[in-house]
C-alpha cells in the first residue's frame, strides 16, 4: 500500500459538452490541514470536490486519496466524506430517524452527535427533512458530516442559508473538530473572510485553472495596499506589480504583490495588510 498521504489532482479535466469545468487541473491538499478552496462562480470548485469524492467522473485526468485513485475504489472512498450541494437522503424521514439509520452505513458516524450538533443550532429533529428551512436543512447536513470520522472532510459552500450566528457556530465546531480528530478538511466557499482564521492552506481555481496554491501566512505576506491621492499612489506604484485599483472621487487604493518599500513611501500614503477577500477578487478580476 503507497505511503503517499493527502488529495491529489493529476491531470484532471472534466467536459460538459464543449465547455470544460476543470483544465488539466494538478495540486496537492496536503494532509492534516484545514484547507480553503476558493474560486467564483462557475469556476470548478464543486466539479472539483465532485470527482474527489467519485460523485463525477473526470474526463481525463485522476484524483488519488492517499496515493490510491479514487474513482471507483471503495478502498479509497471509505476515507472521503464530502457535504455537496445535493441531499442524498430521503426527504421524508425523520431528521432523528435518519441519523440513526446512517450509522448503518458510515462507519464512525455516531447519531447522538449528530443529534446533539443538531440542537446546538436549535434544530427539532422529530421532523421530515422535506418540512425544514433552507437553513435548517443546511444544519441537518452540517450535523452529518461533524459526526463521520473520515481522515477527509470535503465541504461545498457548507453555511448556505445561515445566518450570522450560525455560521459563527459551524465555524467553532469546525475547528473543534478539526482538533479532536486531526483530520483534512477543504472548504470550498466565497465567504473568504469568514474562514481566514481558521485556514492553513488557500487555493484559488478560475475558469478551471488554478491561480495559486499557497499558505495562508504565505498569502497575507505577499502583498499590500497603499491609499492616497491618485497621483501618489500611482508615482509610488511606477515598476511594481499592482493587481488592481479602486478609486473613488480623486482617491486611490492600489493592491500589490510583493514587499512594502518603506523608502519609496511618504506620510501622504496610507499602508496596510492585504487582506484574503482582496487578494481573490483582485486575482480572479485580473484573469478575466
Known amino acids: 500500500?503507497?505511503?503517499?498521504?493527502?488529495?491529489?489532482?493529476?491531470?484532471?479535466?472534466?467536459?460538459?459538452?464543449?465547455?470544460?469545468?476543470?483544465?488539466?487541473?494538478?495540486?496537492?491538499?496536503?494532509?492534516?490541514?484545514?484547507?480553503?478552496?476558493?474560486?467564483?462562480?462557475?469556476?470548478?470548485?464543486?466539479?472539483?470536490?465532485?470527482i474527489a469524492s467519485n460523485r463525477l467522473f473526470p474526463t481525463e485526468g485522476r484524483v488519488l486519496v492517499d496515493g490510491e485513485p479514487v474513482t471507483e475504489n471503495p478502498s479509497a472512498l471509505a476515507k472521503v466524506y464530502a457535504l455537496g450541494p445535493c441531499d442524498l437522503y430521503p426527504d421524508t424521514w425523520r431528521v432523528d430517524k435518519l441519523y440513526q439509520k446512517l450509522a448503518a452505513f458510515y462507519e464512525g458516524f455516531n447519531p447522538h452527535t449528530a443529534l446533539s450538533i443538531a440542537e446546538q443550532f436549535g434544530l427539532e429533529t422529530d421532523v421530515t427533512v422535506d418540512a425544514l428551512s433552507t437553513g435548517y436543512r443546511t444544519v441537518y447536513r452540517l450535523a452529518i458530516a461533524l459526526a463521520t470520522t473520515d481522515d477527509y472532510l470535503l465541504l461545498?459552500?457548507?453555511?448556505?442559508?445561515?445566518?450570522?450566528?450560525?455560521?459563527?457556530l459551524f465555524y467553532q465546531l469546525l475547528l473543534e473538530d478539526y482538533l479532536e480528530k486531526q483530520r483534512t478538511i477543504i472548504v470550498a466557499t466565497h465567504l473568504i473572510e469568514e474562514v481566514?482564521?481558521?485556514?492553513?492552506?488557500v487555493t484559488v481555481i478560475d475558469h478551471g485553472h488554478v491561480l495559486l496554491q499557497a499558505s495562508a501566512e504565505e498569502l497575507r505576506a505577499s502583498g499590500y495596499s497603499v491609499s492616497g491621492r491618485a497621483e501618489d499612489v500611482d508615482a509610488y506604484c511606477?515598476?511594481?506589480?499592482?493587481?488592481?485599483?479602486?478609486?473613488?472621487?480623486?482617491?486611490?487604493?492600489?493592491?500589490?504583490?510583493?514587499t512594502f518599500d518603506a523608502v519609496a513611501a511618504n506620510e501622504r500614503l496610507t499602508f496596510a495588510p492585504m487582506n484574503l477577500q482582496k487578494l481573490f477578487v483582485k486575482l480572479t478580476e485580473r484573469n478575466n
Do not use: C, W
Open 196 to 201: 481566514a482564521s481558521l485556514v492553513e492552506q
Open 1 to 50: 500500500m503507497s505511503e503517499e498521504r493527502g488529495i491529489r489532482a493529476e491531470g484532471v479535466t472534466k467536459r460538459y459538452g464543449h465547455t470544460k469545468a476543470l483544465d488539466n487541473v494538478s495540486l496537492t491538499f496536503e494532509p492534516g490541514k484545514i484547507h480553503a478552496l476558493l474560486g467564483r462562480n462557475g469556476a470548478g470548485k464543486s466539479t472539483l470536490l465532485g
Open 238 to 258: 511606477e515598476g511594481r506589480e499592482v493587481l488592481g485599483v479602486d478609486e473613488l472621487a480623486g482617491l486611490k487604493v492600489a493592491y500589490l504583490r510583493g
Open 156 to 168: 461545498d459552500e457548507p453555511v448556505l442559508g445561515l445566518d450570522a450566528n450560525a455560521r459563527e
